[in-house]
């Protein structure tokens, strides 16, 4: 019912910027809280940012706060995620994720209903 694709990866020196576009159809995206995640190859999956349906709350892991900005535009259907000064350990796929639970639970995996297919980022030093 919800699909979603994640486009804007690629190979980039560290101290560049990347923008990730997560492209959503179907119901209720308004009122979802749209999440981004990421996995090193070999490691486990970690939450990197969320924002709410009306864009009033976001939220952003230790790691990229100050470096990230997660953004959505519910008349185009679209989140985003702006990634500035990117570091060689941001090396990752990333995904787009959509959860119908409430802001509490947003930095869990578990919350999010729908996922998109990832988009590769490397950084390279």
């Known amino acids: 019912q919800v699909q979603l694709a994640e486009s804007g990866g690629g190979l980039v020196q560290a101290g560049a910027s990347l923008r990730l576009s997560c492209a959503t159809s179907?119901?209720?995206?308004?009122?979802?809280?749209l999440g981004w995640f990421r996995q090193a190859a070999g490691k486990e999956r970690e939450w990197v940012s969320a924002?709410?349906?009306?864009?009033?709350?976001?939220s952003y892991a230790d790691s990229v706060k100050g470096r990230f900005t997660i953004s959505r535009d519910n008349t185009k259907n679209a989140a985003f995620l702006q990634m500035n000064n990117l570091r060689a350990e941001d090396t990752a796929v990333y995904f787009c994720?959509?959860?119908?639970?409430?802001?509490?639970?947003?930095?869990?995996?578990?919350?999010?209903?729908?996922w998109g297919q990832g988009t590769q980022v490397t950084v390279s030093s």
């Open positions: 179907g119901r209720s995206f308004d009122s979802s809280i």
């Open positions: 924002i709410s349906g009306s864009s009033r709350l976001t």
């Open positions: 994720a959509s959860s119908d639970r409430s802001w509490i639970p947003h930095r869990s995996d578990t919350a999010y209903n729908y």
